[in-house]
């Protein structure tokens, strides 16, 4: 039988059997190593030389800057400022809750970072107001989804890595793309908060909400010197992971004064669990990418898809919804292993523009974090509110809808990607 059925065979009837994502993919690669006798003697090298590279250092500081702001609690004072602007509006909670999202997205650089930071203040919040707990849960999960395509972004590292495409530029290209998904959010909020009678709080006098900026204002100034800093040529997106952790740290440990000892224990901690499972499973998907590579699965699996069709048009709609079915299966990182060995032949045979196609990808992958049964972001959210996942995912629905409504958008209008870093000349 053809090697690459097999190895994609197993691979997927591991993850079937309910192996880890890890599990399945290093044992499929170790398996097909020693059989054909490619040299399992590699693998140590192999592993090594995946997680070897400068950009990925970016990945650890990223996480560890999601959790130090997290609990240093940057997030309450933006949600304060975005509720008294917004106001009684139907919906007025909820855009709350995306607009937290949103901004949130420009500091922490993860999905799951993102859902808990927004999630515990605003869920209860909402539940509070009269919302629906499932309702409130599957918004902030589906707002969190803007936070890998808006920079910084840890998916957008690992992309870059493997598709030796630039970062910085692929950060700018997500800038628009990731406001787009925000707003596409809003009317599905504001028509099911209509119905249901659910609204916000008050307006917000001028001297409150001047109040609330001040208040707010290292929360607000963490994406400019973040963001200013790459842009401005100051930093390298690696480099802004290192200074997005001291800056972090600095307003939780001098200016807020909230962060002891005890609170960095567990924040170095929770961050070296959650990089620790990242690029374990950055090693081993590298590997299976090798492997496959190898055995010459990648050349044939790209050249049956050119084969499927020359029309263009009609190849991007088909591989949406492969990876769409693919985020559902799979987490970002393993999806992006897997699958550009194969698509990168594919991009250069129709000329299309890496930067674009990284964020059309990671759209497909961000709607994946809300779509079971690899819904990250849905998981999070339904611990912080305690509604049960069925109920959570039967709420996103809607959201689901209207996030993929965008990445067509983005799928076939190219300059909304490629328009930022072309005007801010990034290269």
């Known amino acids: 039988m053809e090697p690459g059925l097999l190895l994609f065979g197993l691979f997927f009837l591991l993850l079937f059997l309910g192996a880890p994502i890890v599990t399945s993919i290093g044992v499929s690669a170790l398996l097909f190593l020693w059989q054909y006798n490619l040299g399992i003697q590699v693998t140590a090298a192999n592993v090594y030389a995946n ?12 996480i560890l800057a999601g959790y130090v702001m997290d609990k240093a609690g940057l997030s309450r004072g933006l949600v304060n400022l975005l509720n008294l602007l917004i106001g009684p509006v139907p919906g007025g909670l909820g855009l709350v809750a995306v607009g937290g999202c949103v901004f949130f997205g420009a500091i922490s650089g993860t999905g799951p970072a993102d859902t808990a930071a927004i999630g515990t203040v605003m869920i209860p919040a909402m539940v509070r107001r009269g919302y629906h707990v499932g309702f409130a849960a599957a918004l902030v999960a589906a707002a969190a989804t803007t936070d890998v395509l808006i920079p910084p972004s840890v998916a957008f590292v690992v992309y870059g890595v493997i598709a030796e495409a630039s970062i910085g530029r692929l950060f ?39 109040h609330a900026v001040w208040e707010a204002k290292w929360g607000l100034m963490a994406p400019v010197v973040i963001l200013g800093g790459i842009y401005g040529g100051i930093f390298t997106p690696t480099e802004a992971a290192v200074v997005a952790v001291a800056y972090g740290l600095f307003v939780g440990v001098v200016v807020f004064r909230n962060l002891g000892w005890r609170d960095l224990y567990g924040v170095f901690l929770d961050s070296a669990v959650a990089t620790s499972v990242v690029m374990v499973v950055v090693a081993f998907a590298g590997l299976f990418s090798w492997t496959g590579s190898t055995l010459g699965v990648m050349d044939r699996a790209a050249k049956t898809m050119l084969g499927l069709t020359a029309n263009p048009y009609l190849l991007l709609l088909m591989l949406n919804a492969m990876l769409l079915v693919a985020g559902m299966l799979l987490d970002a990182i393993s999806v992006y292993y897997v699958f550009l060995p194969i698509l990168l032949p594919v991009m250069k045979q129709f000329g299309w523009d890496p930067v674009w196609f990284g964020v059309m990808m990671t759209m497909n992958l961000a709607v994946g974090t809300i779509t079971p049964p690899v819904a990250v972001n849905l998981y999070v959210a339904s611990n912080i509110s305690g509604a049960s996942m069925e109920e959570v995912s039967r709420w996103a629905l809607p959201f689901v809808l209207a996030l993929i409504a965008v990445l067509l958008l983005v799928t076939y209008v190219p300059a909304l990607s490629l328009w930022l870093p072309d005007l801010l000349g990034v290269r």
């Open 51 to 62: 997680i070897a590279k400068f950009p990925l250092l970016a990945i650890p500081f990223f």
């Open 172 to 210: 700018a290209a997500g800038v628009v793309p990731g406001l787009l998904m925000g707003l596409a959010l809003v009317l599905p909020v504001y028509w099911i908060s209509k119905r249901h009678g659910w609204g916000g709080e008050r307006w917000g006098t001028r001297s409150e909400i001047r």
